[in-house]
């Protein structure tokens, strides 16, 4: 009897997991620009009331989801601003520059866990605009979408809505 019990609270437990891991889990966004796989893996914090514009002042960075840092992986090098990225793994950071100056900075470490940010070594900056969204997003989201040679970004959390364009080679 306390076998088929202990069984049955088993495959409760195994049938709940992927209930429990979608919520606040993380996240993938995929496209193909230009031919080429790009991937982002991200943590999806969710919002809990919190405001995002109110949590990052002027000068912060943020990881840009939780837990282990983002990452984008290309299979094409990719032109972000001025600078030319190898193909490869990069993590993301937000920083916060100013009121409505968001830029979205790789960085050649990954497999970054947690805070602290890293505050140098950034190898490209993507500008991002802010904009409202129509709708809230109570988890992170990170969209990415493609047209020809261009990639863009969108992180949408709260009504915060951050857009940038790259492209990939």
Known sequence: MKLNRLI?????????????AQEGGRGVAEATINGKKVAINYGRPELKGRDLLNLAPAGMVWRVGKDQATEIETAGDLKVGATTLKAGKYSLWVKKNADNNWVLAFHPKTGVWGAPALKEGYVAELPLKLETA???????????????????????WGTALLKGSFAVM
Do not use: Q
């Not at 049955?8 to 429990?20: E, G």
């Not at 493609?146 to 992180?155: C, F, R």
């Open 134 to 156: 129509k709708d809230s997003a109570e988890l992170l989201t990170i969209g990415l979408d493609g047209k020809g040679k261009t990639g863009t970004v969108n992180i949408h």
């Open 8 to 20: 049955l609270i088993m495959l409760a437990l195994c049938l709940a997991a992927p209930a429990f």
